[in-house]
């Protein structure tokens, strides 16, 4: 009588009149619109919420197998802000949302854009749709044309950043985007239990063997670094883990400038320890995240010779990235 | 008047602090309301303002808790988690655990609101979870609800103050007519309305300000749970008055609850063991059912009435929520499911990791040998010279501890030099780094023949007790000084901290230095200002030095 029992949901759902189903989503360059849709008979159409079985938009699809002592500490919530709902069988997006895409993403049939401002909305309108008892899975789903975005701009990474600053709490809202970010990117992660003293990282993260022991920073300083260093040694030790298979990962806001001492300090840790500690900043991730695109974190060893996320970026992108040389969201400035 | 606790309106951080503590707290542990301010205060989702700080607090400061206001907020939080079943407390009142019905909040997604809209009707007077002031028998979400359907679909906050919160038998009916009849005559003439709620405020003793603040809780989750909404209305006022109006949901779920059989925890009370059980089953995993989790593997009938309901309650179907009614003994009895086995250990517990296991067995002792040569000679030394000259007899131990107190509001620019001071009184070249040369990080190093320790030096000023950071930075200083080699250094020396105390969480930092060896190599000493001066006088008393190689493979806690 004292299990937890799962969620059966009861909401009806929509999907496309006389049956009919989507053969191809294209989505516009920057997601301002929403994708469009073509049936298999020929028409066209805004993409339509049809309340799909799993409400990707809403809930997080949890990745097993990353840490098992943590996996029931997981919310199962996607948006970082709490922001999305439904509302009378609808998606709604409250004034909290800061913009980070991870709904917007998430939709398999792209019935979610950024508006004007960058604030997310989904469309409701359900003229092309019948309500139907049992709502359809959309996991299968493919996005057969899939065009080339260029939604990441300066302008729209700051607005994002200034969001996830002027949020409740800062520190949780960062915490939930990244790993929320870098499960759907492929490297599924997990948050850690505050207080808790044998796992000191904000997150962990695990592809086959490889543990990766996350910080996220609001603010780049050394006791990043000094963070992984003490991370590592009281995971390896309290847990058993052989260090070589163990990676640290500073995700950063703003990358530090050239001349700082965080460069160095990378490059000494590694020297002596052997421990790597991978850099990744958030624009990357978001980037990454916005084009559907997959993240290599091992090619985020950046160092005093290389203090640049650029390439690792545009490698996985596949084209060059919209940002300005010397931008410090992507790589050491000055 | 029911007293609701007010921790504000804003239900979705209610909600979030739920959340957030469910996830960083472990099922199988009880924890208390420092606990969830030292996980909602850093985080931001409750104000800091009015707490010395989370750590004071759990070290024992004496402050007076009832001015700390995240303590405060923190406890009314608990108190609300507990009135919707989310929280349990067992003999101590202010230790508490996640419930089953927490669970499942927690395992929400898309249905959480349902399911919250389900604890909020769940609440009824009198319990066995929570005491209130007066004797009140009320389910008053569903009475708000009633009043509002009954008076024309709307209800003022004075009202509501006036009316459903004031009664002191919901269940009885007769009192609800003359409720709603004295509420609605009062509509007409807002002097006599006012003249009313005066009096019955007076004779309460309740100011209208705190009565109001009683109300920002309920008037906070109708409008979060979109059962009512603000209007402005002057069709069924003398004058226009600010209402909350029930909303086609508010309306459907109360004649979904009004069709069902509303039991108490007196009628419970008054059915025979095994139907109490059965019952307290069916009710939990019906609302649960309800509101759209997967009950099918329980095999539990809950859409139609149990045999409990066909027997004792007219065959109806029944509102009643068991983990917010029923004491922590009950439910577990009920439901049978296992009692938390420890209590959360909090980052500051010095209890958290076992001291013992960690602070023994290491080698501490230094080994003195013959001076060879007097070239300590500096202004401490004469200084310890001076003492020992006047006051032979004084053992060693007090003159430690007079000249420990007088650094005692050292800060680095006199604590720096005071260490390496100390070294060269012991017989070590030590030297203390200039500002700002980024390869010498360290603060002070003790140089030999082809080798060197760095030194982490904390003043007083800076932290009384070493902490973990110290150790930290001391791990750091051994990385760049055997990375950039900008002195002669071999692998297997110590790194030293330096600090006016050892640890207060001397475990916590012993434990450290032992996963860092264990991990890295690197072997980390923590002396405390004590050890030096101790080392040093005996040095100056008995004309000994110390060899630089009894610090090469120091590791832990240092007491001389």
Same mark, same amino acid.
């Given at each position: 009588?004292?299990?937890?029992?799962?969620?059966?949901?009861?909401?009806?759902?929509?999907?496309?009149?006389?049956?009919?189903?989507?053969?191809?989503?294209?989505?516009?360059?920057?997601?301002?619109?929403?994708?469009?849709?073509?049936?298999?008979?020929?028409?066209?159409?805004?993409?339509?919420?049809?309340?799909?079985?799993?409400?990707?938009?809403?809930?997080?699809?949890?990745?097993?197998?990353?840490?098992?002592?943590?996996?029931?500490?997981?919310?199962?919530?996607?948006?970082?802000?709490?922001?999305?709902?439904?509302?009378?069988?609808?998606?709604?997006?409250?004034?909290?949302?800061?913009?980070?895409?991870?709904?917007?993403?998430?939709?398999?049939?792209?019935?979610?854009?950024?508006?004007?401002?960058?604030?997310?909305?989904?469309?409701?309108?359900?003229?092309?749709?019948?309500?139907?008892?049992?709502?359809?899975?959309?996991?299968?789903?493919?996005?057969?044309?899939?065009?080339?975005?260029?939604?990441?701009?300066?302008?729209?990474?700051?607005?994002?950043?200034?969001?996830?600053?002027?949020?409740?709490s800062k520190t949780l809202t960062i915490n939930r985007l990244i790993t929320k970010a870098m499960s759907k990117l492929g490297v599924p992660?997990?948050?850690?239990?505050?207080?808790?003293?044998?796992?000191?990282?904000?997150?962990?993260?695990?592809?086959?063997?490889?543990?990766?022991?996350?910080?996220?920073?609001?603010?780049?300083?050394?006791?990043?670094?000094?963070?992984?260093?003490?991370?590592?040694?009281?995971?390896?030790?309290?847990?058993?883990?052989?260090?070589?298979?163990?990676?640290?990962?500073?995700?950063?806001?703003?990358?530090?400038?050239?001349?700082?001492?965080?460069?160095?300090?990378?490059?000494?840790?590694?020297?002596?320890?052997?421990?790597?500690?991978?850099?990744?900043?958030?624009?990357?991730?978001?980037?990454?995240?916005?084009?559907?695109?997959?993240?290599?974190?091992?090619?985020?060893?950046?160092?005093?010779?290389?203090?640049?996320?650029?390439?690792?970026?545009?490698?996985?992108?596949?084209?060059?990235?919209?940002?300005?040389?010397?931008?410090?969201?992507?790589?050491?400035?000055? | 008047?029911?007293?609701?606790?007010?921790?504000?309106?804003?239900?979705?951080?209610?909600?979030?602090?739920?959340?957030?503590?469910?996830?960083?707290?472990?099922?199988?542990?009880?924890?208390?309301?420092?606990?969830?301010?030292?996980?909602?205060?850093?985080?931001?989702?409750?104000?800091?303002?009015?707490?010395?700080?989370?750590?004071?607090?759990?070290?024992?400061?004496?402050?007076?808790?009832?001015?700390?206001?995240?303590?405060?907020?923190?406890?009314?939080?608990?108190?609300?988690?507990?009135?919707?079943?989310?929280?349990?407390?067992?003999?101590?009142?202010?230790?508490?655990?996640? =419930?089953?019905? +927490?669970?499942? /909040?927690?395992?929400?997604?898309?249905?959480? #609101?349902?399911?919250?809209?389900?604890? !909020? %009707? @769940?609440?009824?007077?009198?319990?066995?979870?929570?005491?209130?002031?007066?004797?009140?028998?009320?389910?008053?979400?569903?009475?708000?609800?009633?009043?509002?359907?009954?008076?024309?679909?709307?209800?003022?906050?004075?009202?509501?103050?006036?009316?459903?919160?004031?009664?002191?038998?919901?269940?009885?009916?007769?009192?609800?007519?003359?409720?709603?009849?004295?509420?609605?005559?009062?509509?007409?003439?807002?002097?006599?309305?006012?003249?009313?709620?005066?009096?019955?405020?007076?004779?309460?003793?309740?100011?209208?300000?705190?009565?109001?603040?009683?109300?920002?809780?309920?008037?906070?989750?109708?409008?979060?749970?979109?059962?009512?909404?603000?209007?402005?209305?002057?069709?069924?006022?003398?004058?226009?008055?600010?209402?909350?109006?029930? =909303?086609?949901? +508010?309306?459907? /779920?109360?004649?979904?609850?009004?069709?069902? #059989?509303?039991?108490?925890?007196?009628? !419970? %009370? @008054?059915?025979?063991?095994?139907?109490?059980?059965?019952?307290?089953?069916?009710?939990?995993?019906?609302?649960?059912?309800?509101?759209?989790?997967?009950?099918?593997?329980?095999?539990?009938?809950?859409?139609?009435?149990?045999?409990?309901?066909?027997?004792?309650?007219?065959?109806?179907?029944?509102?009643?929520?068991?983990?917010?009614?029923?004491?922590?003994?009950?439910?577990?009895e009920i439901f049978g499911n296992e009692r938390p086995h420890s209590h959360r250990k909090?980052?500051?517990?010095?209890?958290?990791?076992?001291?013992?296991?960690?602070?023994?067995?290491?080698?501490?002792?230094?080994?003195?040998?013959?001076?060879?040569?007097?070239?300590?000679?500096?202004?401490?030394?004469?200084?310890?010279?001076?003492?020992?000259?006047?006051?032979?007899?004084?053992?060693?131990?007090?003159?430690?501890?007079?000249?420990?107190?007088?650094?005692?509001?050292?800060?680095?620019?006199?604590?720096?030099?005071?260490?390496?001071?100390?070294?060269?009184?012991?017989?070590?070249?030590?030297?203390?780094?200039?500002?700002?040369?980024?390869?010498?990080?360290?603060?002070?190093?003790?140089?030999?023949?082809?080798?060197?320790?760095?030194?982490?030096?904390?003043?007083?000023?800076?932290?009384?007790?070493?902490?973990?950071?110290?150790?930290?930075?001391?791990?750091?200083?051994?990385?760049?000084?055997?990375?950039?080699?900008?002195?002669?250094?071999?692998?297997?020396?110590?790194?030293?901290?330096?600090?006016?105390?050892?640890?207060?969480?001397?475990?916590?930092?012993?434990?450290?230095?032992?996963?860092?060896?264990?991990?890295?190599?690197?072997?980390?000493?923590?002396?405390?200002?004590?050890?030096?001066?101790?080392?040093?006088?005996?040095?100056?008393?008995?004309?000994?030095?110390?060899?630089?190689?009894?610090?090469?493979?120091?590791?832990?806690?240092?007491?001389?």
């Amino acid at each position: 009588m004292s299990e937890i029992l799962k969620v059966k949901e009861s909401l009806t759902g929509y999907w496309f009149k006389n049956n009919e189903s989507p053969s191809e989503v294209k989505h516009e360059v920057d997601r301002t619109e929403y994708g469009e849709l073509t049936l298999d008979n020929g028409e066209v159409l805004d993409s339509p919420c049809v309340l799909c079985h799993d409400i990707f938009c809403i809930n997080a699809q949890i990745d097993d197998d990353v840490f098992d002592v943590l996996e029931v500490s997981q919310t199962k919530k996607l948006c970082p802000v709490d922001a999305i709902e439904i509302e009378n069988k609808s998606i709604v997006v409250g004034d909290s949302c800061i913009s980070c895409g991870l709904c917007v993403v998430s939709c398999p049939i792209g019935a979610l854009k950024f508006n004007e401002n960058n604030v997310v909305s989904a469309n409701n309108a359900r003229d092309s749709l019948s309500s139907v008892a049992d709502r359809v899975s959309l996991s299968d789903f493919q996005i057969i044309s899939y065009d080339d975005f260029e939604v990441e701009s300066e302008k729209f990474l700051r607005s994002v950043i200034s969001g996830i600053l002027k949020s409740k709490s800062k520190t949780l809202t960062i915490n939930r985007l990244i790993t929320k970010a870098m499960s759907k990117l492929g490297v599924p992660t997990y948050l850690t239990r505050q207080g808790d003293v044998n796992l000191r990282m904000d997150a962990i993260s695990r592809i086959g063997t490889r543990f990766y022991l996350v910080e996220i920073e609001t603010l780049a300083n050394l006791d990043s670094p000094r963070d992984i260093l003490d991370d590592v040694a009281v995971f390896c030790s309290r847990y058993d883990v052989d260090k070589e298979l163990v990676t640290g990962i500073i995700v950063l806001t703003e990358l530090p400038n050239k001349r700082t001492e965080y460069w160095e300090l990378i490059d000494d840790i590694e020297r002596v320890t052997g421990v790597r500690i991978l850099t990744v900043p958030l624009a990357g991730i978001l980037t990454l995240l916005w084009n559907n695109s997959e993240l290599i974190v091992d090619d985020f060893f950046l160092s005093a010779q290389n203090t640049s996320g650029r390439n690792a970026v545009e490698k996985s992108l596949g084209r060059k990235l919209n940002l300005p040389e010397s931008c410090n969201l992507i790589e050491a400035a000055k | 008047m029911l007293r609701f606790p007010n921790p504000g309106s804003d239900l979705d951080n209610i909600v979030q602090c739920f959340m957030f503590l469910y996830e960083n707290i472990e099922r199988s542990e009880y924890f208390s309301i420092h606990d969830m301010q030292e996980l909602l205060v850093p985080n931001g989702l409750i104000s800091s303002s009015g707490a010395v700080g989370t750590e004071a607090l759990l070290k024992g400061s004496n402050k007076d808790l009832s001015r700390d206001k995240s303590y405060n907020q923190c406890k009314m939080y608990a108190e609300i988690y507990r009135m919707l079943g989310w929280f349990q407390s067992g003999k101590k009142a202010l230790i508490y655990n996640f =419930t089953l019905l +927490g669970d499942h /909040i927690a395992h929400a997604t898309t249905n959480q #609101k349902v399911l919250i809209g389900y604890c !909020f %009707l @769940g609440i009824s007077y009198p319990n066995e979870v929570l005491s209130v002031n007066g004797q009140h028998h009320l389910r008053p979400f569903l009475t708000i609800l009633k009043a509002m359907s009954a008076l024309d679909g709307v209800l003022s906050r004075d009202e509501m103050i006036l009316g459903p919160l004031s009664m002191s038998n919901d269940t009885c009916e007769e009192e609800f007519r003359e409720m709603c009849s004295q509420l609605r005559s009062l509509r007409k003439s807002q002097t006599r309305f006012r003249s009313e709620l005066n009096d019955t405020l007076a004779h309460r003793r309740i100011t209208k300000t705190t009565a109001g603040n009683y109300t920002r809780f309920p008037l906070g989750a109708l409008r979060w749970l979109r059962w009512a909404e603000p209007e402005s209305n002057k069709k069924d006022y003398e004058k226009t008055t600010h209402t909350y109006r029930i =909303t086609e949901e +508010g309306t459907d /779920i109360l004649t979904n609850m009004l069709s069902r #059989k509303d039991v108490r925890i007196i009628d !419970f %009370l @008054g059915l025979p063991d095994p139907a109490q059980k059965e019952f307290s089953i069916t009710s939990f995993y019906r609302m649960l059912f309800e509101s759209g989790f997967d009950i099918s593997d329980n095999k539990i009938e809950v859409s139609r009435p149990c045999a409990v309901e066909r027997r004792f309650f007219d065959d109806r179907m029944t509102v009643f929520s068991p983990f917010q009614v029923l004491s922590s003994k009950k439910l577990y009895e009920i439901f049978g499911n296992e009692r938390p086995h420890s209590h959360r250990k909090s980052v500051y517990s010095p209890e958290k990791i076992d001291d013992a296991e960690f602070v023994q067995n290491l080698n501490n002792k230094i080994e003195f040998k013959n001076r060879s040569l007097k070239d300590f000679d500096n202004k401490l030394s004469r200084t310890i010279s001076s003492i020992l000259e006047e006051n032979s007899r004084i053992d060693i131990d007090s003159i430690v501890g007079d000249l420990a107190n007088s650094f005692i509001s050292y800060s680095k620019d006199d604590f720096y030099p005071l260490v390496a001071e100390l070294f060269s009184i012991v017989g070590l070249k030590c030297e203390v780094s200039p500002h700002g040369v980024n390869s010498r990080r360290w603060d002070a190093i003790i140089l030999s023949d082809g080798d060197s320790i760095p030194i982490e030096i904390k003043s007083p000023a800076e932290e009384i007790n070493v902490s973990v950071k110290a150790v930290r930075q001391a791990l750091e200083n051994k990385i760049i000084l055997q990375s950039r080699q900008s002195e002669n250094n071999e692998p297997d020396t110590s790194s030293m901290v330096v600090g006016f105390y050892l640890p207060n969480e001397r475990a916590e930092v012993a434990q450290l230095v032992e996963d860092i060896y264990k991990v890295y190599g690197i072997s980390i000493a923590v002396f405390g200002i004590k050890s030096l001066l101790t080392m040093a006088i005996r040095c100056i008393k008995e004309d000994k030095s110390v060899d630089f190689s009894e610090f090469t493979c120091k590791r832990g806690l240092i007491d001389v």
